[in-house]
């Protein structure tokens, strides 16, 4: 089983409430609701290595005092196309 697995599938259902998420969003949302939460490393694989997962952009903007550029997500159309 896969360390990770409550994590992407909590991410999952994220996505299919919100359409798309970028990565500090999704990284807030899990340690606001798992006790154990996740590292911002753990997010950005488990983004980056799930096929179920697509990247949709990127913003630039002011996230935790300071400006960085953060990848936008979204679920992926083979997937949603697969459990509809």
């Not at 990565?23 to 950005?44: C, K, P, S, Y």
């Not at 990247?55 to 992926?76: E, N, P, Q």
Request: aromatic content about 10%; hydrophobic content about 40%.
């Amino acid at each position: 089983m896969s360390r990770t697995q409550r994590l992407r599938e909590e991410v999952r259902i994220y996505l299919e409430e919100n359409d798309t998420a970028n990565t500090v969003e999704i990284f807030d949302h899990l340690n606001g609701r798992f006790r154990w939460g996740a590292t911002m490393n753990q997010v950005g694989n488990i983004m980056a290595k799930d096929i179920r997962f697509s990247k949709v952009g990127h913003v630039r903007g002011l996230f935790r005092g300071s400006t960085y550029t953060v990848c936008i997500w979204g679920l992926a159309r083979q997937a949603v196309q697969a459990t509809s």
